[in-house]
């Protein structure tokens, strides 16, 4: 993933989004916020962003059902976020087409901003190879 | 036409037979008013026909008479007994809708002590659903600022690259996510004391202005993105428990924070009315609609989407009455909503 790039943080949990949002910003990300599932699809549509943080719980649409949505015409890398032991969520997720995951809060080194960083850099590596060019 | 007797005058007390042939048939029913009329056919021979006093009849005429007695008598009987009998099933017929009426009701009252049964069961089920769902946000409030925490830790400690600032804003984010979790154990502290009923105001003289201005000092951060314009004139001081009140006033920001948009001004201000000072919290946010306004301080009522555990305008209530003050919702002089209280100054 390349300085510059748009980074869109969808959590309504408002200390989440800033922690995410100082780490990727101090690692010269831009940085979009959507606190709920319709923000988050209208984000994605006109921001174009290069890969979306994505909590499973938002206020109205399930985040399985927004990562759903999205695959439904995009291509951009999905890395969600779940909750510690919903380890069916994240498969799920996974089956709808999110690249990959970070659990919070019992592992604290896979949720940390840093980890979705490199998760993010993965997650665009997967980008890259599912493309035909 | 049947010929009558020329002696007609001394057959005319003999109507009076027809009396005990309608006591018959009203009392004794149809049979007896049929043995009555007979009687009465035989009486009236017996002391009306001559030769008197005998059952013999000399003259066709008498005949007549005595026929025509009989078939009145009989007929007057029959009559009667079959009213009598009508009234009496009548009666039954009453009788047997007034039992059914009785048990009818029996049946409704059944049925209303079983709706209330269902009423109540009901009751305890959302009791039940509601500390279900106050466990479930509680937990998740418990743990989200913990979850920030480690994980901004954590990754300053793996020796993240980060400039000042950045290290600055983490770090200041873990002492606000402490605070957070503070008033929420605050509150939760005070809800198992309302619980308990052990919610003692420990009074002391207050000054309300000092108690808000501190409240709003120490929820700076929260309040960062807000214009917060507090505007209290000169107030009697009020007996009450500082920590407590300032709990009220903290719950009240929280919650004009929370649903207050982002640069909007939140007002905070005081007076004094009759024997009591009021003091009230405006926000510009959506406001409260009129049936929300009393529910809204129940326990574990949260707003629509609302990420918050839904007990802080329930312990608002709760330590404002317990100081012998009143609560109340409503709509902001600009839009948006006004949450304001009162405390006596007399206690």
């Not at chain 1, 959590?11 to 831009?30: F, G, M, N, Q, Y």
């Not at chain 1, 439904?72 to 909750?83: E, F, G, M, Q, S």
């Not at chain 2, 919610?199 to 951060?221: C, G, H, N, S, Y």
């Amino acid at each position: 993933m390349n300085e510059g790039e748009l980074v869109l943080v969808v959590d309504d949990e408002p200390a989440i989004v800033r922690a995410l949002s100082a780490a990727l910003k101090a690692r010269k990300h831009r940085v979009a916020v959507a606190t709920t599932g319709a923000e988050a699809l209208a984000e994605v549509t006109t921001g174009s962003p290069a890969v979306v943080i994505l909590d499973l719980g938002l206020p109205d649409i399930d985040g399985i059902e927004v990562c759903r949505r999205l695959r439904r015409w995009t291509d951009t890398p999905i890395i969600v976020l779940t909750a510690e032991g919903a380890e069916s969520r994240k498969v799920e997720a996974l089956d709808e087409g999110a690249d990959d995951y970070v659990t919070s809060p019992s592992r604290p080194r896979s949720c940390s901003p840093g980890y979705v960083w490199r998760s993010g850099t993965a997650a665009h590596g997967t980008r890259r190879t599912r493309l035909p060019f | 036409m049947v010929p009558l007797r020329g002696d007609i005058t001394s057959a005319s007390p003999a109507l009076l037979l027809v009396i005990p042939i309608v006591l018959a048939g009203l009392v004794g029913g149809r049979l007896a008013a049929v043995v009555t009329a007979v009687g009465a056919a035989l009486a009236f021979n017996f002391a009306f026909i001559p030769p008197y006093w005998t059952f013999e009849i000399h003259t066709p005429d008498d005949i007549v008479a005595l026929a025509v007695f009989g078939f009145v008598a009989l007929v007057v009987g029959t009559l009667v007994a079959r009213e009598g009998e009508r009234r009496q099933s009548a009666e039954e017929r009453a009788t047997e809708l007034q039992a059914l009426n009785d048990e009818l009701g029996a049946v409704q009252l059944e049925r209303q002590r079983l709706a209330e049964e269902a009423m109540r069961a009901a009751m305890l089920e959302r009791v039940d659903e509601q500390r279900g769902a106050l466990l479930r946000s509680v937990s998740h409030d418990l743990r989200t600022p913990l979850a920030a925490i480690r994980a901004v830790v954590s990754d300053l400690l793996s020796g993240a690259p980060y400039d000042d600032a950045t290290r600055a804003e983490l770090l200041t984010l873990v002492g606000d996510e402490a605070e957070r979790r503070d008033r929420l154990v605050a509150n939760l502290l005070n809800l198992s004391r309302i619980e308990a009923r052990a919610l003692r105001p420990d009074r002391q003289e207050v000054a309300i202005d000092e108690l808000v201005a501190d409240t709003v000092k120490r929820l700076e951060r929260l309040l960062v993105r807000r214009r917060v314009q507090i505007e209290i004139p000169d107030l009697p001081l009020i007996q009450g428990d500082y920590t407590q009140l300032s709990q009220v006033v903290s719950n009240l920001l929280e919650n004009a924070a929370r649903h207050a948009p982002q640069h909007s001004t939140i007002r905070v201000g005081a007076q004094q009315r009759d024997h009591s000072v009021e003091v009230w919290v405006d926000d510009e946010g959506i406001g409260v609609a009129p049936f929300e306004a009393q529910r809204i301080f129940e326990p574990f009522r949260r707003g629509e989407g609302s990420s918050s555990s839904g007990i802080g305008l329930a312990i608002g209530k709760a330590i404002v009455e317990a100081h012998g003050g009143r609560i109340a919702a409503e709509g902001a002089p600009g839009g948006g909503a006004r949450f304001r209280f009162s405390l006596p100054t007399t206690t």
